[in-house]
């Protein structure tokens, strides 16, 4: 083989590497939440949670002014 076909093959190696790599990276990055997207889930989870707890004090007292 003359090395300009050597050439083409390493090229073409190398651009499947790349694709590869490329698809890899895109699928690693797009498990990832932006910062607000994270910030506005965690406020959100707080925010049923302190409900809930609300809703508990309140049901406890409700029982416990009823004896």
């Known amino acids: 083989m ?3 076909e050597e050439l ?3 090229n073409e190696r190398m651009d499947r590497l790349e694709q590869k790599l490329d ?3 895109y699928h690693l ?3 990832r939440l932006s910062p ?3 910030f506005l889930i965690g ?3 707080v925010l049923a949670i ?3 707890l609300m809703i508990c004090i309140g ?3 409700f029982v416990s002014n009823v004896n």
């Open 2 to 4: 003359s090395s300009n």
């Open 8 to 10: 083409e093959q390493m």
């Open 23 to 25: 698809h890899l990276a």
């Open 29 to 31: 990055q797009g498990n």
């Open 36 to 38: 607000a997207t994270r």
């Open 43 to 45: 406020f959100a989870v």
């Open 50 to 52: 302190l409900f809930i």
């Open 59 to 61: 049901v406890i007292q």
